[in-house]
């Protein structure tokens, strides 16, 4: 049975459990490159392979961009 989240504001889904870590992976985000806000609390790095995805999560990915 799929997870239903909010990933940047809009409709995702995922086919099974995953940890925030697994979804990065399935996305091809390198986990240094950003910040991830879950329900509007900011996770530390070392805890992304510890936290499930639940139905309903919203989820904000913030990249690093540098520049100048």
């Avoid at 995953?18 to 070392?46: C, F, G, Q, Y």
Wanted: no cysteine; net charge negative; glycine share 8%.
């Amino acid at each position: 049975m799929p997870i239903h989240i909010t990933l940047n504001g809009k409709p995702h889904a995922v086919e099974h459990r995953m940890d925030i870590l697994s979804l990065l992976e399935t996305l091809k985000v390198p986990p240094a490159s950003v910040v991830v806000e879950r329900n509007r609390n900011i996770l530390h790095r070392d805890m992304f392979d510890r936290i499930v995805l639940k139905d309903g999560d919203e989820l904000e990915l913030i990249r690093f961009v540098g520049g100048g």
